[in-house]
């Protein structure tokens, strides 16, 4: 007898052993790197082990390598703007709504949960889970699909590489190096944390990978995996929460959703007079525990079939090892299938959509007429240009993409006399909600 088994999805029984899996995961005591006091896994990246940053630095003393990544993406102006900048409903909508600030905290905790449960560094994990939608522009997909047509003369425009072009490059704050220096196994995850990047490359990630190469061809460390489905558990949950808040659907709806339909008939039969707020937060709360849940086991199945050693047998895996379990894939493709249609494409939405593409869609060819209503601080990237239109278009984008909703909306209206704040104004806003507590 192996004693407790372990869960595994889909399968209906309990299979691996506890003990058998755990042996097989963890370095003995003896070996172990010590994270707040309990041990890593052995396929876990181990910061003593880092492959080290592009501008060699004097370490701390008393933070590891993956703490110093992530302290220096908490404290980047890239970081903050994330607070005015869009989740699904543009930041005058309503308060109570997610940004894409909140967005990424809830990614990070929903990434330490994860990365804590599987023996993985949780500070790594962490720096990616922060830094994933750094690259993100004004509007949220909105923005970046009208920022995408403007440059597709020039190199086309990605999210993800922006992100890295702006922790090793535009974050100009240090005295020794531009951007953040982080460490390589920071920006791999960074760059690859959704898989492989191949075929044509991002000029704004090829650029970076000539002078650094992150192995793109491989997958990325465990950590950034868990940092991709964190970012999966939380916009499943939260848009849900946020397209309630907003009645583009109703609770009887949403509890006839696979997943949700277990969760909603569990609130019900354990607390059948609840009030709706608190119905809904205990469905979605279970929604949420599902998700987490599934991914731990359905991990753990993959490491135990494929036993790694090292983080780099999880990069060479040659397929994804932090994995939802196929059943609940199915669920969650129908499920998003209903968010598409009543959310992320409701008449109401749309509406908005258009105002703001049309603020990115003008703003673009201005700044390319005029770069000198480009900030002073950025006068030294135009003149480096010369007469390159590439170069020139590129640092146009850089700007343009970095803007808050906020901010892009009221220097449209400045520059070229705009009424999209107003047409803003005048739509219907996301509000139908009631103050909760």
């Known amino acids: 007898m192996h004693g407790p088994l372990l869960w595994v999805a889909g399968s209906g029984s309990w299979d691996v052993p506890v003990q058998v899996f755990l042996s097989r995961i963890y370095v003995s005591k003896k070996e172990a790197t010590s994270q707040g006091g309990r041990m890593l896994a052995k396929y876990a990246c181990d910061p003593a082990k880092t492959r080290g940053r592009l501008y060699p630095e004097d370490e701390s003393a008393f933070r590891s390598c993956y703490q110093r990544d992530r302290d220096r993406i908490i404290h980047c102006s890239a970081f903050r703007r994330l607070k005015h900048k869009t989740q699904v409903f543009i930041e005058h ?54 920022m995408d047509v403007l440059m597709e003369p020039y190199g086309g425009f990605d999210h993800n590489a922006q992100a890295i072009r702006i922790v090793t490059s535009l974050e100009r704050h240090y005295a020794n190096f531009d951007g953040l220096n982080l460490t390589w196994d920071t920006l791999e995850g960074i760059a690859k944390h959704n898989g492989p990047v191949t075929g044509d490359l991002p000029y704004a990630l090829a650029d970076y990978n000539a002078r650094h190469d992150l192995e793109l061809h491989t997958h990325a460390s465990a950590e950034a995996q868990v940092a991709a489905l964190a970012d999966d558990i939380a916009y499943n949950h939260h848009d849900i929460h946020d397209g309630l808040r907003a009645q ?23 607390h059948p007079t609840i009030d709706r707020y608190r119905r809904r937060h205990e469905a979605l709360r279970r929604f949420f525990g599902v998700m987490v849940e599934d991914v731990m086991a359905e991990t753990r199945r993959n490491l135990t079939e494929m036993d790694p050693h090292s983080a780099d047998d999880i990069r060479n895996a040659g397929r994804p090892v932090v994995r939802f379990s196929p059943a609940l894939w199915e669920d969650l493709k129908v499920l998003r299938h209903f ?13 908005v959509r258009e105002v703001v ?21 950025w006068q030294v990237d135009v003149e480096d240009c010369g007469e390159d239109k590439i170069a020139l278009a590129r640092v146009v984008a850089d700007y343009v993409s970095g803007m808050t909703d906020r901010f892009a909306i009221e220097i449209h209206g400045e520059l070229l006399g705009g009424p999209q704040k107003d047409k803003l104004r005048a739509l219907p806003m996301q509000t139908g909600w009631v103050p909760e507590g």
């Open 93 to 146: 909508e309503g308060d109570f709504y997610r940004t894409r600030l909140t967005h990424s905290i809830e990614v990070a905790q929903v990434a330490r949960t994860l990365s804590g449960a599987l023996g993985l560094n949780s500070e790594l994990t962490e720096a990616v889970a922060l830094a994933h939608d750094l690259g993100h522009t004004p509007f949220g997909h909105t923005g970046e699909d009208a």
């Open 248 to 270: 583009l659907f109703d609770q009887e709806e949403v509890a006839e959703l696979p997943i949700l339909r277990d969760c909603y008939a569990e609130v019900d039969r354990e």
């Open 339 to 351: 968010m598409f249609t009543r959310m992320y494409r409701a008449p109401s939405v749309m509406k």
């Open 357 to 377: 593409t049309q603020v990115v869609m003008e703003l673009f060819p201005h700044y390319m007429e005029h770069p000198e209503h480009l900030p002073p601080r």
